[in-house]
């Protein structure tokens, strides 16, 4: 999952079910192993905080510094009508931002490798609190520059005092007539508005995704039997596992009772997800939007027409989706393929190893395509002695996999590594993460440099995407090339169609809410099963608590968020695609445009760079790639 949370941060999250892979020896003799001590892991494999702070005791002296410099943000209100003021007050206001993230970020860290010490759960909690004050204290900025000459603006932002500020000061004029009464924002606020967070540093979730979440924890779900006939209790963390088992009376039972399960609070789980359309369509109607689309895209300066563009382009190439399903039926030996079918590999995993300096080898080989400076830096950036990257797991730690990014500060890679071929992939996605914010950071000024959410999948997509086309044509044996191919597939499938459904989904439930149809929960499951049916086609089976999977996912209360998943990878692909075929000038604009931040709009950026996203193009390479790996496998087989 991608989702940022402070500014110019940047988390992506591949949740693995650590203690079920095998324990890997790595070359310096160690074995990761979920089930220990932080303590028992050298030092030389774990990030380095002491880059942000000293030690626990230096952050409480800064978070005390920092609580006293925020209540001098009072000084600058009602003073900002000239524009060496408004610097004055946004040099301020950034420079407390900074140090808020340094702040957020060190907590956080320390939060996810000591999950069991309310120490840092406090600390973490201590510094959204700083977040919170400052975006509540800080409001007058965007209404006081707003009532400012425009002409004023825009000449000292292009030429004058104002250039570093230029992006934040072009946002609010381009939205200008969205902006309502000073009591009006105020109440929008206290409601959870967040369609201003040019200036915040923050999302929070909203009431409606916090009550989701906290009835989804509550649901007791029955047990089941795993593939030795032991009863196992299903629980959100274990059904990803169980769904893919290799046993197919497993995965087909796990499914079953966990949708039934979901399916007896369908009422209550379709009230809350009706309640979130509601409160998005009351934002957005309540600053002149017709559509809550619109705000939420417009937020990020993209049009809905890319959206629409992206759902267009899959329909018009579902029968590939179609072909994979029937693919996988055959090769899988079975009458019909159901959900739980679709998560279980259809290909037998090949036993591949890479230790961590192989990693790095073979990741800074596979994207020599981007340039020998890129693959220096990359190759500096991941050495072990640079601080940047946590490497193993431990009974202490997180799940899963993140990039996180403050202002002035490495970005900092979180991993939970085995050696596994899923964590080379990981490792090279998150630092696509961590090269993006680290050129953004190093090219650009502070308040330019917070890169679109639109965007921001593209770094991280082409790593993992020239990676699996190396991976692919140096395949030793003709069972590792299906196996490499077959990851292909599925990283399409899942990350480009899947959530282009979903997409779909959203975008159609906000559609009928906002021409007055109630959001029954027998509405969302006919809206959902006519989706499942349309992109799956005839070869594909669905069940009868099937139409329910909508009910679990948490990303419908992200407010347009998971098109981003599949426009970034279709991103990456486009651009992967456009370097192997153009060469050394292509990936200099590409890496281009991850130094240029947020300094123009994204969409602007990624023209200027070669892919165009408003355009069929671009999102047609990703399934063009597909359907020409379902023909290499297809004639493999």
């Not at 950026?605 to 990703?622: C, F, N, R, T, Y």
């Amino acid at each position: 999952m991608f989702k940022k949370y402070f500014f110019i941060t940047v988390f992506s999250f591949f949740v693995v079910d650590s203690n079920s892979l095998a324990t890997a020896q790595t070359s310096t003799g160690f074995i990761p192993d979920s089930n220990m001590p932080r303590d028992n892991i050298p030092a030389d494999f774990k990030w380095n905080t002491s880059h942000l702070f000293a030690n626990d005791a230096a952050w409480e002296s800064s978070y005390s510094e920092v609580s006293q410099e925020l209540e001098q943000l009072a000084q600058f209100k009602g003073t900002l009508t000239t524009p060496d003021k408004i610097k004055t007050a946004l040099d301020f206001y950034f420079s407390l931002s900074k140090k808020i993230t340094w702040l957020a970020l060190y907590a956080r860290l320390q939060e996810e490798t000591h999950q069991t010490d309310n120490r840092y759960l406090d600390m973490k909690k201590k510094a959204l609190s700083l977040v919170n004050k400052q975006l509540k204290d800080s409001s007058f900025i965007r209404e006081e520059i707003l009532k400012a000459d425009p002409a004023m603006l825009i000449n000292a932002g292009t030429k004058g005092i104002l250039k570093e500020y230029f992006t934040t000061i072009d946002n609010f004029l381009r939205r200008k007539d969205r902006v309502l009464s000073g009591g009006e924002e105020r109440l929008l606020a206290m409601a959870g508005d967040n369609l201003w967070a040019e200036i915040d540093i923050n999302e929070l979730p909203s009431d409606t995704e916090l009550t989701f979440q906290s009835f989804l924890s509550e649901i007791a779900f029955p047990e089941i039997r795993d593939e030795e006939g032991k009863p196992v209790r299903l629980n959100l963390s274990n059904y990803p596992k169980y769904r893919r088992s290799s046993d197919r009376e497993v995965r087909k039972n796990t499914v079953a009772v966990f949708f039934k399960q979901i399916k007896q609070y369908q009422n209550t789980l379709a009230s809350t997800l009706s309640g979130q359309v509601k409160l998005s369509s009351f934002f957005a109607k309540a600053r002149g939007y017709n559509q809550a689309i619109e705000a939420y895209l417009d937020k990020e300066n993209v049009s809905t027409t890319v959206y629409d563009n992206l759902i267009n382009t899959a329909h018009q190439n579902l029968d590939k989706l179609h072909r994979y399903v029937t693919l996988r039926k055959k090769i899988m030996g079975l009458d019909n393929i159901h959900i739980y079918d679709l998560y279980v590999p259809m290909i037998k995993s090949v036993q591949l190893h890479y230790d961590y300096p192989t990693a790095i080898t073979t990741i800074t080989q596979a994207l020599s395509p981007l340039g020998r400076k890129y693959a220096d830096e990359l190759k500096t950036n991941m050495d072990l002695k640079t601080g940047w990257v946590d490497l193993y797991p431990h009974q202490d730690k997180d799940s899963g996999a993140s990039c996180n990014s403050v202002y002035g500060m490495h970005p900092y890679v979180k991993m939970n590594y085995f050696g596994e071929y899923d964590d080379l992939s990981t490792l090279a996605h998150e630092f696509g993460h961590a090269m993006h914010s680290h050129y953004a950071m190093t090219h650009q000024p502070y308040a330019a440099a917070n890169y679109a959410v639109f965007i921001a999948e593209t770094a991280s997509t082409i790593n993992e995407t020239l990676l699996l086309d190396t991976m692919i044509a140096d395949a030793k044996t003709k069972e590792e090339k299906l196996y490499f191919l077959n990851e292909r597939l599925e990283t399409i499938r899942t990350t480009i169609f899947r959530q282009t459904l979903f997409a779909e989904f959203e975008r159609e439930i906000h559609r009928l809410f906002e021409n007055g149809t109630p959001l029954t929960a027998d509405l969302l499951n006919k809206t959902y099963r006519e989706l499942i049916q349309k992109y799956y086609g005839p070869d594909f089976v669905i069940d009868a608590n099937d139409d329910i999977e909508w009910a679990y996912i948490p990303h419908f209360y992200y407010k347009f968020y998971m098109y981003n998943y599949a426009t970034g990878l279709s991103s990456g692909i486009a651009f992967a695609e456009n370097i192997k075929a153009n060469g050394e000038s292509a990936a200099e604009k590409y890496l281009q445009m991850l130094k240029n931040g947020q300094s123009k709009p994204p969409l602007t950026l990624m023209k200027e760079a070669g892919v165009d996203m408003s355009e069929p193009a671009a999102i047609q390479a990703a399934f063009d790639l597909f359907g020409r790996t379902l023909d290499e496998m297809e004639k493999l087989l």
